[in-house]
């Protein structure tokens, strides 16, 4: 099994998706412990693949592509968990987009890939989400975590919104509340009492598991 | 070349009416040459001499320019070829000879020494984006007669790169010889896998001393590496007219190449040179001009019209501190080198007006070096024709980060700085003295200086020049060596 596990993690480590779906097949098909599958041999493989970016060996599109192999694994994998082992390996529920007026979701998308990637279970909106959309989508899904994304000076306004729009209905405690995106800093998330700021797609990843996630 | 930017300073008729001048200077005006042996070995030539003026003619002029090498190799200490100095390829080494350093970490101008030379080629050895190394500074620790000799002696322990440098004294290229002849094996070997080249500077207007002459015809007949480094500066000693300034520069190349074609034919020699325009406000030698990277980026023109690989005193500053000047000028200045075509370009790390060399700088320039290099790359075609499927795909994807295409290229599309280069995402508001760039460049050369193995020279050899060394102490009247760094 042990050599299983490595070629799991490997495969993520290479962003290979398509192998990284292969073996999530072979796992199913042959009875393999999908917990066990997902947390010794993809996970692994992904936190390698964080840990190569955190060091500057891995760039982008590393990051990226060690992101989607896990996705697509997980893909396959996730729906046949049990209730229990969901629970266990499930760190939170995140709905994210880029705020109304604002069409530029690259770093949003990102953002999505990588929490996903790290086990949380993600709502992408895409791009030019209004403000309510957020909040139906959070009542809906019944997430932990609200993140939104601008990347200009006009629209990050609408962070603002998201945030004056909870409490105008009383339900700003039931909701984590980030911001990212270039116009975004740690002051503006303390201006506007959001809970968190992330300055990229790894950091957000840190910010949700440490606020949503138990880390 | 293909898809490599460039700069055209002059058309074709126009670089052949300069040389056309150029020769014209020389066999009209002539060169005066300060030796006897030279002026002999010219004249033996057929060249007319009077009042140890060498007229050289156009034949005389033509016959060197063919016989001296288009393209000229240079090894390091490893017997490994790592410059292949003509056409359009490109090589970096610090500016030579600075009398000051700005200690690193400290902000203050001091007179170098023996360890200041050390830490130098360390870390020069440590940044890949200089092909050579240079006897960067003078040390004060040692006595002028024989700073040459210890210049280079220092450079052959602290660095496997090959060594831009030059002699101070008639008595200075024996020894330094002796050295690289230890390095290499011998005189063949020398001969066969040059690791040094030395700089023979005329004065301006058109004068060679005894001891820039003699270099002249001693690399020569050792095979090794002359550069020829003229310094006319316009309207001071030359032509105000940038042009008269080309010409006359090309004129004091072409009178080096001759000496040292009739030498020994064929000897390796470099069209080069550090001429500057001149401050006639501050009576000063502005290296950072833009006039200055004109005539420099010219003279790389001609230089390549001629056949002949070249070198310039380009990508460094006049500022007095690493700053906003000092990035500008050596930015500016690195590319002009680059896209004009300059060979081997002289100059990192120094900066007011070539007398003080900043270890800071050094590192910094590096990225100026390395960005230069990858703009002169251009634009490549690569996946030409294909850009429609990449962008279906990408726009599928919604994002091109994960494209098999991205990852195959992206590191070579794109040269990413050493982190001395602020490209982190900022956080408004954050401290700014955190990252202030003189810090990060003083933080990189300190780690590098400890970090960076670099390989010592093989036993029997290290020895072997440090008895040279000694020998020359000796006749200097100093019995030891200054105390050196491991």
């Known amino acids: ?182 116009p975004c800093s740690r002051k503006w998330a303390d201006e506007i009492g959001a809970d968190g700021y992330a300055k990229d797609a790894v950091s957000a990843v840190t910010l949700v598991g440490k606020l949503i996630g138990g880390d | 070349m293909q898809n490599i930017p460039q700069i055209s300073w002059f058309e074709e008729g126009k670089l052949e009416s300069i040389v056309k001048e150029a020769i014209n200077i020389l066999s009209s005006t002539g060169v005066y040459i300060d030796s006897k042996d030279v002026l002999s070995l010219v004249g033996e030539a057929g060249i007319r001499i009077a009042n140890s003026r060498a007229f050289m003619s156009e034949e005389a002029v033509r016959n060197a320019i063919g016989s001296a090498p288009d393209r000229i190799t240079i090894y390091n200490r490893f017997g490994n070829s790592v410059m292949d100095i003509g056409g359009w390829n490109l090589y970096f080494n610090p500016g030579s000879s600075a009398v000051q350093i700005l200690r690193y970490g400290e902000g203050k101008t001091t007179t170098p020494v023996s360890r200041d030379l050390a830490q130098f080629a360390r870390l020069t050895d440590s940044l890949i984006g200089y092909d050579a190394q240079s006897t960067a500074l003078v040390p004060g620790d040692i006595p002028e007669t024989i700073a040459d000799r210890y210049r280079l002696y220092l450079a052959l322990i602290y660095s496997g790169k090959p060594v831009v440098t030059g002699t101070f004294g008639l008595d200075g ?46 690399c020569a007949k050792a095979g090794i590496p002359a550069q020829i480094v003229p310094m006319p500066l316009a309207g001071a000693t030359s032509p105000v007219t940038l042009i008269g300034t080309i010409t006359q520069h090309c004129a004091e190349n072409l009178s ?58 380009m990508a460094l500053s006049d500022s007095k501190t690493v700053d906003y000047q000092a990035g500008m000028e050596t930015s500016m200045s690195a590319l002009v080198a680059a896209l004009s075509g300059v060979n081997n370009v002289s100059g990192p790390g120094m900066h007011n007006f070539q007398t003080c060399q900043s270890m800071e700088k050094l590192v910094l320039d590096h990225e100026v070096c390395m960005m230069a290099r990858r703009f002169r790359e251009g634009i490549k075609f690569r996946e030409a024709g294909h850009s429609k499927e990449i962008i279906q795909e990408g726009i599928k994807k919604k994002q091109f980060l994960s494209l098999k295409s991205t990852l195959k290229w992206y590191r070579e599309e794109t040269y990413f700085p050493d982190a001395v280069i602020d490209r982190d995402i900022g956080e408004k508001g954050a401290d700014l003295s955190e990252g202030e760039i003189l810090k990060r460049a003083s933080d990189r050369v300190a780690e590098l200086l400890v970090s960076h193995n670099f390989v010592t020279l093989e036993a029997g050899k290290s020895e072997a020049i440090e008895e040279i060394m000694l020998r020359e102490a000796k006749k200097a009247g100093i019995g030891k060596l200054p105390e050196l760094p491991e």
């Open chain 1, 1 to 182: 099994m042990l050599q299983f596990y490595e070629k799991c993690k490997k495969a993520v480590i290479e962003g290979d998706s398509d192998l990284a779906l292969k073996l999530a097949t072979e796992a199913i098909d042959k009875n393999k412990p999908v917990l066990d599958v997902i947390e010794k041999g993809f996970v692994k493989g992904i936190e390698e693949v964080g840990r190569l970016w955190e060091d500057g060996t891995f760039f982008l599109p590393e990051l990226v592509m060690g992101a989607e192999a896990i996705k697509k694994a997980l893909s396959l994998l996730n729906p046949i968990l049990s209730d229990q082992q969901t629970k266990g390996f499930k760190k939170g529920k995140v709905v994210i987009g880029t705020v109304e007026g604002d069409v530029h979701d690259i770093g949003k998308t990102l953002v999505a890939t990588m929490l996903s990637a790290s086990g949380f279970e993600v709502y992408d909106l895409g791009f030019d989400v209004g403000v309510d959309s957020f909040i139906e989508g959070a009542d809906k899904w019944g997430v932990n975590c609200i993140a939104s994304s601008a990347l200009l000076t006009t629209t990050m306004q609408k962070q603002r919104g998201i945030i004056e729009k909870l409490k105008e209905r009383g339900i700003r405690n039931k909701y984590t509340v980030i911001v990212g995106g270039a």
């Open chain 2, 173 to 218: 290229f024996e020894p330094m010889s002796e050295m690289l002849r230890v390095v290499t094996g011998g005189e063949k070997e020398l001969r066969a896998r040059p690791i040094a080249i030395f700089d023979c500077c005329p004065k301006s207007p058109l004068f060679w001393s005894e001891l820039a002459a003699r270099n002249l015809v001693d």
């Open chain 2, 256 to 313: 080096g190449i001759v000496i040292n074609q009739l030498a020994m034919p064929g000897a390796p020699v470099i069209y080069g040179g550090s001429p500057a325009c001149f401050d006639m406000r501050k009576a000063t030698t502005p290296m950072g001009a833009v006039e200055t990277q004109m005539i420099n980026g010219a003279g790389a023109q001609i230089a390549k019209h001629l056949g002949l690989p070249s070198h310039a005193y």
